[in-house]
Each structure stands twice: as C-alpha cells, then as structure tokens.
C-alpha cells in the first residue's frame, strides 16, 4: 500500500468482509484509532450517494506493510530466525512459544522451530473490537495448540504500537499460571522495551524525527 488512500479502500474492503475494526487494525498494521477512522473516511455503509470524505488529519499512527516477507514462505522463515536469535539468550527453560494471532502465529511458527519449543496462540480482544471500552471483551487461547501448564513463554507478534496488546497476552499467560520470559517483534513502532516488566526486542525500530503539527 502506497499511501492514505490506499489504505482507506482496504479498510472499506475488510469491513465490507465482516471484519471488525479490530481486526482490520491487525490487517493493516495500524492502531485501533487509525483503523476506525479509516473505515470512517472509507464511507462504508453509507448511501452510495453519499461522497468519501477527502483523508485529511487522522490519528498519528505509522503504517507497517511486511507483505513481501508475508507473501514468500522462505522469507517468513528467515525473519522467524532472526526474531528467534534476539530471544535464544533469554531464560534456559522455555519450551513454550505463544503466537499472536493472526500475524503474529507464522512468525511464532518459524521462532519455535528454531529455539525447539512447542507452540501456541492467542487471540486477542481487539478482534472483538468495534467501538467503546476494550477491556469489556477478552481474549483466547487457541485449544489446538499448546498449552500453557506453568510453563515459561516467549511471545511473538509482528508490530507493536502501544503495547496493549502484549500486555494484554502476558497478563493471560500469567492468568493461566505460566511465566512469560520474553517478548519478539518484527517492527516496534513506539520504543516499547518492557511490558509488565517482560523485556521486548524487535528486529526494526521507527524513531520519529521532528514535529508533524
């Protein structure tokens, strides 16, 4: 995706799909905000009579697109590796990987198989989100993959924005009795370093420099 615009008809799309603007937050890489004012600006659901909003202003957020390491398995893998080698020196009892769903999961994928532990996921709450309080809804852990059982975890998604949504995951693996040792991201958009006191690493910082307003 090139620009705003581009941004804003895929947005149209997944909501036209069925997805929630949680969801499509987690399919373009953006922030919960950004997601909904995109569909907003997208003029989904309105009469077709009714002229798209010009997108001007919206949330500061940064967009992410990975798609061409998404798209090629090959790829995917490496960047697993890489994230894999940011996590191998931290604790000498993990044998748990827990993926965020959904992009967070093939990254995890790659990470287990490298660091030899099992593999799980975990759905967050923002899936669920449309509009209000976030902390009304709840998140899952996949029953077709491992599970937690006190163990100690890794956690792997693909971006970082706020940090929310990681903080939501080690919280329910704590919840489950397990020990999250340490966090794995491909992009971290904001300089998150710790959530819960869980370190976080990332492959790829985004420093800001200088002032939008």
């Known amino acids: 995706m090139k620009n705003v615009d581009d941004l804003i008809e895929s947005a149209a799309e997944l909501a036209e799909q069925g997805l929630s603007k949680g969801e499509i937050a987690d399919e373009l890489n953006v922030s919960r905000e950004t997601a909904s004012w995109l569909v907003e600006r997208s003029g989904t659901g309105a009469p077709t009579t009714t002229p798209r909003p010009e997108p001007t202003g919206g949330p500061h957020d940064i967009h992410v697109d990975w798609s061409a390491l998404g798209r090629d398995s090959n790829r995917l893998y490496h960047a697993g590796a890489a994230m894999a080698d940011l996590l191998k020196k931290q604790g000498e009892e993990v044998d748990l990987t827990i993926g965020i769903e959904k992009a967070g999961a093939p990254l995890a994928t790659s990470v287990a198989r490298e660091l030899d532990t099992d ?92 002032n939008d307003e």
């Open 119 to 210: 593999l799980g996921t975990y759905a967050p709450s923002k899936h669920q989100w449309e509009e209000g309080d976030i902390d009304d809804l709840g998140g899952t852990f996949s029953r077709n993959f491992a599970q937690i059982r006190d163990r100690e975890c890794y956690v792997v998604d693909d971006t970082i924005t706020s940090g929310t949504t990681m903080t939501e995951t080690v919280e329910a693996i704590r919840e489950e009795g397990g020990k999250p040792v340490a966090c794995v991201v491909l992009v971290d958009k904001q300089g998150v370093e710790e959530v819960e006191g869980v370190p976080v690493h990332s492959l790829i910082n985004v420093v800001r420099v200088g």
